[in-house]
């Protein structure tokens, strides 16, 4: 069971009883599920697909960074393969499958501790013998980052049969000899290659075309190893043949246990919040990389063909964030896949007529646009698709990115490499964006907020603050750096800004009109937006129904409904640029406006509610978040895990739960625990040290292991010790607001 | 794991229609089967084969004496005994029979039989030509499945693949998006919709993903999924008229109660083909109508 050999993790699985499972099989949850216990390493993703196949089955292995051409509008998408480790197997001449047998029990299980998938079937066949099949899914995080899969079938009970096993080598090289028979195969695809090395121990097995057969006596197995090495421009590494399939899982477990003892969480009291938290968690690392910035996490992951592996915002603003906490170096990964993509952004930004860069809505392989033109309505009309052209607020969600993982961790090597280049071109963009508003404000018109039911609006507040906040961002990036002692960044001359241009930053980041919200009143969302016409917008959220679909995005346009967070987002992004008393009447005027169409949208609805200690706002925009994937039979999950929803949710429970906190100078927490929820305890990185934080009803305690930091809970501040564990009081009373001109 | 053997299409007959067109219904559903039809006429009294033909009229030549049965007592309750007892593949029926009245839905025993029914009801609407609705299900080319995400909807989609790989026919799987929201049930829009304008061809091929996620892989079978936006019963009708099918497939949960199967009264009053009625668990919320 805990041996360094594939074959050991082929047994029981019952003492996995602590991890999620799905147990049974529904085709019609099937898709989901499969999304739900897939395996990934940033490099590659496997969907947790049945090991013989079925009807109900999508296997895939996906390659990330690899993008290819389509015919839809999506013009792009990600490569996805079928899964070379999904085997055929005939019984008796009969194909198994979960339609042919009666099963006695199946169980998936997603091992968190050490980021594998196993299996476990029980059936019995046509002819009463009764059988086991198990398997284990390795996505591995070491080394070339291998794909690792094992399988086992058993005659358990009955007379002997014969198996066929088809294991589609193609036009690969076959050793066999002894009892072990070896296949060997590379598979080329555009822009990628797959190196496939396959071994099968079973008695008395002979070759076939394409697989062998055995003849399996009552209590004999056959066992199917496989790994299958990717190559591709993210990720270079020759395969791991030589270290060989056991050495290649020694080198993962080592590394996977090792990253857990710093990323698990736990909610005592709320098993639904700790799973799902758990899960956002697995997948979130499951997505990424340090991959030197060739690719970058797409809005489904590496789980499912969703958004066509499309990178977009929800990467910057909700899984980044979370990655910056939970594994630095991938989060960082994510940002230089910006910076190497600022040359099509400065393109980007040339051709609509402005400085700076403008990156892409929708991003694959090169940072060009790949936004879809037009769409097709379910009537058959065809509407323009203005998000790529008119959203852009990414420039500003990217410099917020790049800004908040620099705070949190120092690392001021990439912030001279790579992020003062991308702030500062961000603010090089808004301050060519702005467009005078009268007297000495600035308007930023024809733009499309978070709330994509309003095209071509002006001075969306979102939008507004975002903007001038990366205005602000790069004036103190230029400071840092002109302070540094370290030389120039880089050659490009982007990254030393004349003074004269910082300060016009500061000025035009003053002058923007509707960006900070400390006057205690509803935001208006966008100029006329209070003048649109009202609309039951509960009516069709709380029966499903999405109301752009229903009513037609022209008429949504006019009414007085929103497709997700906007103001909010502003709120839960700036905080600081809040009093408490304008958000909560924000929130309250907002929330009900909201149709929650975006799976964006909870997150930021549960994040604020804590901060403002709303418990019953809390638990409805929780439950919808738990739902997005891993509530509800997983029937949201089909087409990939929704990544902004596993980041946001991170968000929810770290920044939002535990009002966790930072800068430069130290860590802030302002708790609130919700119902039923006991003690709240996580660990994550900051600045080089691990933080331990456990959370109970009046008091919060803290390790860290590192050196020592500047602790402060309700405005007490501290300094805690390296290693030495530290208890502060804390009141659900005192919000994060109640503070405010002391944020650290 | 397999299917228990079914040949026989049960052809209830009253009298009430003429009984040669109603035959040729039967004669035309079993032909989807590789059935053979049995007629079966319920009353107080017993009946010899022959009385039963002359009873309902059955114009030479006649059903083989094995092939005509007779029962008593209730109506509906024969006919699905009847059915169950038979092991059949089918049953045949009219929405309206001797004692139905016409400005109902459907007969009485139409609707109890569809309510309790082991197999497979096809219905044609009593009141539209029997010729040419038993030359829609002989020479069946599309097949309409209204679907909602649910599984008994699955179920439905996955008898209408069966009986279109059978015959060479082309399944059309609806999916209606309600125009005006509501409290109640709003049925199987799969929750990813961040962009729904954009991403509907996605989610189009994962709904029908989702809904034959159940059927064996039939790449010999033509399927696509339409969307339309309106009242679902309305656009069903609309839908099966405006693009010619010739069978509706649905899964229903078998309660005609106030403000329930709003979309099998829509059918059973307004569809202008046959109707294939499949029994859905009957639990709370199941169903697709």
Partial sequence: MDGHELRDLLGDIDALDRMPAQPGFDAMRERGVETVFAVANGVLGVRGALDEGGAASHPLLIVAGVFVPTASEAQQTLLAVADPAIVEIQIDGTRLDMRSVETADQRRVLDLDRALARRAWRFTDAHGRAWSLKSVRVASIAGARPYLHALSLRLDRGVAADVAVRVAVGSGERDVHGEVARWREVRTYEGASLAIARSAVAPGWAATDNGFTCRLDEGAELRIETMTTVHSPANRRADDAGVGLDGALAAHLALATERRRTTRISAEGRPDVEAAVELAVYHLLAASAPLGGATSIGARDLSGEGYHGHIFWDTDVFAVPALTFLDPASARSCLEYRHRTLPEARLRARAHGYRGALFAWESTDTGADRTPAAATLPDGSRIEIETGELEHHIVADVAYAVMRYWEATGDDEFMREHGAEIVFECARFWASRVSPAGGDRLAIRDVIGPDEFHPRVSNNAFTNAMAAYSLRAAAEAAAWLAASDAPAATAVPAVDPPADEVDAWRRTAAMVVRASFLDDEVVEQFDGFFGLTPVDVAAYREAGVPIDIALGPHAVAKLRVIKQADVIMAAALLPDAWSERAVRANFGYYAPLTSHVSSLSAPVYAQVAAWLRDEVSLEHALRRVIDTDFGNGHLGAGAGIHVATCGGLWQVVVFGLAGFRYSASGVAFDPYLPGGMHRLSFALRWRGRILRVSIVAGALDITIEGGPARVRVNGVEREVADAEPARFAWDPRHTRWSGMEASP | ?289
């Fill in chain 2, 1 to 289: 794991m397999s299917e228990p053997a079914r040949h026989i299409v049960l052809v209830p007959l009253d009298g009430s229609q003429p009984a040669a067109g109603q035959l040729a219904i039967g004669e035309a559903v079993a032909r989807l089967y590789e059935a053979e039809v049995h007629v079966l006429h319920v009353s107080a009294a017993a009946m010899t084969p022959a009385e039963v033909c002359d009873r309902v009229g059955l114009p030479e030549p006649r059903p083989a004496p094995e092939r005509v049965r007779h029962r008593a007592g209730d109506a509906a309750r024969a006919i699905v005994d009847e059915a169950r007892a038979l092991g059949a593949a089918a049953i045949a029926m009219s929405s309206h029979g001797e004692t139905g009245d016409p400005s109902a839905v459907a007969g009485h025993v139409t609707l109890a039989v569809l309510a309790a029914t082991p197999c497979p009801v096809v219905v044609t609407r009593a009141f539209l030509d029997a010729g040419r609705q038993a030359q829609r299900i002989r020479d069946v080319r599309c097949i309409l499945v209204p679907l909602d995400g649910t599984k008994e909807a699955a179920r439905a989609c996955e008898e209408a693949v069966a009986l279109a790989a059978r015959q060479g026919a082309q399944v059309r799987m609806l999916h209606v998006i309600p125009r005006t929201g509501g409290r109640g049930r709003a049925g199987g829009f799969p929750r990813f919709a961040d962009h729904a304008a954009y991403e509907l061809e996605a989610w189009r091929e994962e709904f029908a993903r989702i809904s034959l996620a159940g059927v064996a892989a039939r790449e010999d079978v033509r399927s696509d999924v339409a969307l339309r936006v309106g009242d679902p019963a309305d656009e069903i009708v609309s839908f099966a008229e405006s693009e010619d099918c010739d069978l509706v497939v649905v899964a229903w949960g078998g309660r005609m109660t106030p403000h329930r199967a709003v979309i099998v009264r829509k059918l059973l009053t307004a569809a202008p083909c046959p109707l294939m009625f499949l029994l859905a668990d009957a639990r709370p919320g199941a169903g697709t109508a």
